[in-house]
């Protein structure tokens, strides 16, 4: 096989060659791995952790606080929410497509909860073409959004994981 080596100026700004556990270079381009169902917890932070080192240092919480909660929202990369032909949305945050989403969509079956009672509902969500593109998203979406304008104000490098996910639900 003819592979090539990544040249530098393909890669998503702020990774190097050792982040590229989860891409290959396809026609010059830096795409994701179409396998992205990890076998372990530790192959889930492999395949992500870059992304999440990379968005957290944006948002200014620990890298942790963002794989816990994308390891939370899909089950270590194994409950992913997929699209049609199996292949991941890499939505690792669960992010609905609201009105003014202009991406790609999947629709899915979800339990949402209203004033506590669960119901079971199919609802639309954000699809990505690549990790970096899902994971630049969840920053963007939570940098400018007012339901999170107090947990974004709140952040801090030395805060604990468990600190975001509460800062996120207040």
Known sequence: SDAKEPRAELLEPGLDRSDLVSMAVVNDTVMDVVNETPKSPEEFIAMIGPYAKKAAAKLGIPQEAVLAQAALETGWGKH?????NGTSSRNYFGIKAEARWQG????????EYRQGIAAAETASFRSYPSIAAGFDDYVNFLSNSPRYADAITKTNQSMRAEDWGTY???
């Open 168 to 170: 996120l639900q207040e």
């Open 80 to 84: 992913g929410i997929s699209q049609g």
């Open 104 to 111: 790609t969509t999947v629709e899915t079956a979800t339990t």
